[in-house]
């Protein structure tokens, strides 16, 4: 089992990935202040006019083999390994979980499965897009008025057309 902070700098869940127990990643250091996960926090309004709050999560890990954990130890795994596993994780698209030294994010999402990567010689980084999955629900369009909403001002006006 991944011990955040001692042989990892996150650590990844899923039932369905490594027979459930978690799997530690290094994170591409920067900075000389180690590895970091972003967080992004942003409130959408809904159409009953509450909120709908999305959470999106960045973490670029190094995929490197003899990689040094915080702990100073190296780690035995492999580029390859660690490839396959964020593959692994992505592939199981929903219900992820991350730990991080700040606390564990539950029910994640692979963004639109999307990672970005840069494979150097030596090494790869690979940036993890994670969300909440709480997508911002629109009201269902009215066809007629949809199509007569027409910009000459003749069938709607500004304030009773979609474009407001």
């Given amino acids: 089992m991944a011990i955040v902070g001692v042989d990892c700098d996150i650590a990844l869940a899923h039932p369905a990935v490594n027979g459930g127990e978690s799997v530690g990643f290094i994170l591409e250091r920067r900075n000389n202040r180690g590895g970091a996960v972003t967080v992004r926090r942003q409130a959408y309004t809904t159409p009953d006019g509450g909120y709908s709050d999305r959470i999106r999560y960045w973490a670029t890990i190094a995929a490197i083999d003899s990689a040094q954990q915080p702990n100073g130890a190296i780690s035995t795994d492999t580029?390859?390994?660690?490839?396959?596993?964020i593959l692994e994780f992505i592939a199981a698209r929903t219900g992820i979980s991350m730990q991080t030294a700040a606390g564990t994010y539950t029910d994640l999402y692979a963004t639109l499965t999307t990672t970005l990567e840069f494979h150097w010689v030596g090494s790869s980084g690979i940036t993890l897009h994670f969300n909440n999955g709480a997508f911002t629900q629109t009201a269902p369009i009215d066809t007629t008025r949809f199509n007569n909403s027409l910009w000459d001002g003749s069938l709607l006006s500004w304030d009773t057309s979609y474009w407001r």
Avoid: D, L, N
């Avoid at 580029?79 to 596993?85: D, E, F, V």
């Fill in 79 to 85: 580029r390859a390994g660690t490839y396959a596993s």
